[in-house]
Structure formats: structure tokens, C-alpha cells
T-cell receptor, first 117, second 113 residues
Framework: SQKIEQNSEALNIQEGKTATLTCNYT??????LQWYRQDPGRGPVFLLL???NEKEKRKERLKVTFDTTLKQSLFHITASQPADSATYLC????????????????WGLGTSLAVNP | DTGVSQDPRHKITKRGQNVTFRCDPI?????LYWYRQTLGQGPEFLTY????????KSRLLSDRFSAERPKGSFSTLEIQRTEQGDSAMYLC???????????FGPGTRLTVL
């Protein structure tokens, strides 16, 4: 069956440490993998995207890796801050960016991150 | 432009009633998506529009659900004869052709009593 799994347990870390979140998937071949942040009662907010032929992507304190052999993506937040506390969702985009393709996202359950001051 | 907006933000209804939600996407975005999210779950795809054409509807969506995007701008999602299992957050997202990033609205939280 097709599955997307993220860390089931909430992650609690100390301010300043690096948070590492995991996204594993089975029986999918995504063209892209995206990471979103979601705060309580709000819609998800896009953070980073990585393509199937990319190994790593960085943006400020964020880093994403993508291993299509292991079918796994890791999401890192370095020098974490209490303001980083939120739920982080990984999402697979199966279709390539051809005109008209439905670029719907298939989502994991999310991992709750708490950064303690 | 202030982003994707949804109305209402909260809706409480009794079982068996019909409800309609509205989504106003970012103005130049031609793609529009509806997702549903329950507590502790990720969003679940419901339906997709490119301009005014509804190009895909999830098999999980029963006939009680219908969505429209009549002029390729705002969209409405209607649920007829609501059931308690319909209680969820209904999220709308829009994107621009050629770009992956989806911009989400704040959602409409539906509670069916």
C-alpha cells in the first residue's frame, strides 16, 4: 500500500539545537517533495521544495535532503528558536510540471516540533 | 493582494443541513485546490480546478459534495445533507501555472452536530 510516514512522536528540543524531521514514503515515485509548516488553526505555509534529481536544498536555517533510493527526506532546522515551534508536514507531488497536470499534494500526518527556550 | 481568503472561518450546523464555503484565491493564480484536514492528520485532496474547469475530484468525495469555480476566480464548496463525519477543516489553496508552491487560506472549520 502507499504510505507517507513522519516522526509519530512530537519532537522537543532545546533552543539553539538542530531539529531533524523525517519523512519516509512507500510505493510512490514523487517528482517533487515539499515541506510545509502549519500553526494551530491555520493553513500550511510552504517552506522548501526538492526535486527527484536533487540531493539537498538549503534556505537560510533550513535544509532538506532527498534520497529516492531510501525513499526518505530529512528536514533540518539549525539554530532552532521557540518561534520554530509548529507542525511540519511533508507532501509529495507526483506529477511533473506539464501544463494541465493536477499538481495535487499527498500529505504525511506531520510532526509536531516544540523548541524550548 | 493579501493572499488566499476563505469564508466563513467557522461553521456550526446540524446534521442534514446544507453548507457552502467560499474561497478567493490569489488573483493571478489559475489553479485552485480544495483539501480537507481532520485533527492530527495531514490535508486530504478533494478536488482541483484549472481556471474554471474542474479537472479532478477525489474518489473519497461522495455525491453530497460539489465544487464550482464559475469564472475561474473564486470557488465554492457545497456539502449537502451534512453528516457528523464531515466535521473537519476545509482548506483552499491556489497556485500559478508552472510553479509548485501552493498558497493556503486559513481554512473553514466545520462542526456538524
Amino acid at each position: 500500500s502507499q504510505k507517507i510516514e513522519q516522526n509519530s512522536e512530537a519532537l522537543n528540543i532545546q533552543e539553539g539545537k538542530t531539529a531533524t524531521l523525517t519523512c519516509n514514503y512507500t510505493n510512490y515515485s514523487p517528482a517533487y517533495l515539499q515541506w510545509y509548516r502549519q500553526d494551530p488553526g491555520r493553513g500550511p505555509v510552504f517552506l522548501l521544495l526538492i526535486r527527484e534529481n536533487e540531493k539537498e536544498k538549503r534556505k537560510e536555517r533550513l535544509k532538506v535532503t532527498f534520497d529516492t533510493t531510501l525513499k526518505q527526506s530529512l528536514f533540518h532546522i539549525t539554530a532552532s528558536q521557540p518561534a520554530d515551534s509548529a507542525t511540519y508536514l511533508c507532501a509529495l507531488e507526483l506529477e511533473k510540471g506539464n501544463a494541465g497536470n493536477n499538481r495535487k499534494l499527498i500529505w504525511g500526518l506531520g510532526t509536531s516540533l516544540a523548541v524550548n527556550p | 493582494d493579501t493572499g488566499v481568503s476563505q469564508d466563513p472561518r467557522h461553521k456550526i450546523t446540524k446534521r442534514g443541513q446544507n453548507v457552502t464555503f467560499r474561497c478567493d484565491p490569489i488573483s493571478e493564480h489559475n489553479r485552485l485546490y480544495w483539501y480537507r484536514q481532520t485533527l492530527g492528520q495531514g490535508p486530504e485532496f478533494l478536488t482541483y480546478f484549472q481556471n474554471e474547469a474542474q479537472l479532478e475530484k477525489s474518489r473519497l468525495l461522495s455525491d453530497r459534495f460539489s465544487a464550482e469555480r464559475p469564472k475561474g476566480s473564486f470557488s465554492t464548496l457545497e456539502i449537502q445533507r451534512t453528516e457528523q463525519g464531515d466535521s473537519a477543516m476545509y482548506l483552499c489553496a491556489s497556485s500559478l501555472e508552472g510553479y509548485n508552491e501552493q498558497f493556503f487560506g486559513p481554512g473553514t472549520r466545520l462542526t456538524v452536530l
